[in-house]
């Protein structure tokens, strides 16, 4: 049985992420609002997250989701496309209320979705991400919400993910792959203006995107809009804010080598990462 104690000293704010790419958008966290104290869980050891099912997606962010709860945290971000599209629906609907209907989990797909139409002059928009989120159409339903008017066009590119997780960014693999998905996106519509990196990995690939785009399409990353969305969400949510502990503390746990995380994670989250393993 999990007990609440609202007085508690360390209620962190939980992120999220099949591996490494959610570092992306904790870094984006920490820069907008470094007074909270965050802890970070990678499921590295059974990432990839983005080809497998529903069910088992479900089931593993579940798992991490709780052992967040039992670490203290009041409120879990999942920084992962993937797991947003897949688990938290279930997880808001179903589970919360079971585990503790106070406790909070939100996504990175909405607020993605709820601004994206205010960058696109053409209404028509492009999707960059693992082929799970691309089937669960989670973009397309959430774009129709929020502007009904827009086009959306989506390109799955599995390929992404391990030439980033592989350190291949500099090689002639990654600007195939880079140059291959974008040319089948715009395949689909010349009218895209703007491009949504749905993969928590994909800012690392920017430099790669800007070189093969067309002139003028602007590239949107959720890091900067889901810390803007954090923050409006807090100040929305007193009863939540006020739980959070704030010592600006950073806490990294891995469900795999903690050695290998914290010598690839730096990549990530742009400087020295320092963490723990979590057996599951």
């Avoid at 939980?14 to 992306?24: I, K, P």
Wanted: aromatic share 10%; net charge neutral; charged share 20%.
């Amino acid at each position: 049985m999990l007990i609440i104690n609202s007085k508690k000293t360390y209620s962190p704010i939980g992120v999220f992420d099949s591996g490494y790419g959610g570092l992306t958008i904790l870094k984006e966290l920490v820069e907008a609002m470094p007074q909270y104290d965050y802890l970070y869980l990678g499921d590295n050891a059974r990432a990839p997250y983005g080809s497998r099912s529903f069910e088992t997606v479900y089931d593993y962010t579940l798992e991490c989701v709780n052992h967040l709860f039992v670490k203290g945290c009041e409120l879990v971000i999942l920084a992962c496309n993937t797991a947003s599209a897949k688990a938290l629906r279930n997880i808001q609907q179903k589970d919360l209320p079971l585990i503790d209907s106070k406790k909070r989990v939100l996504g990175v797909i909405r607020p993605t979705t709820e601004v994206i139409g205010n960058y696109s002059k053409t209404k028509h928009i492009g999707i960059f991400a693992t082929s799970g989120t691309v089937s669960s159409q989670s973009y397309v339903i959430e774009i129709e919400k929020s502007f009904p008017e827009v086009k959306v066009f989506q390109e799955a590119c599995p390929m992404w993910v391990p030439l980033i997780e592989n350190n291949e960014l500099n090689h002639e693999g990654a600007e195939y792959f880079v140059k291959k998905h974008i040319e089948q996106l715009f395949a689909q519509s010349k009218k895209i203006d703007t491009v949504i990196l749905g993969c928590t990995h994909y800012p690392l690939l920017k430099p790669l995107l800007e070189k093969y785009l067309p002139d003028g399409v602007t590239i949107l990353m959720q890091g900067s809009i889901v810390s803007h969305g954090l923050k409006d969400y807090l100040f929305r949510h007193p009863e939540m804010e006020t739980l959070l502990s704030k010592n600006g503390n950073l806490d990294f746990y891995t469900t795999d080598s903690a050695a290998v995380f914290n010598k690839n994670a730096g990549l990530f989250f742009g400087k020295e990462v320092k963490s723990n393993h979590l057996a599951l």
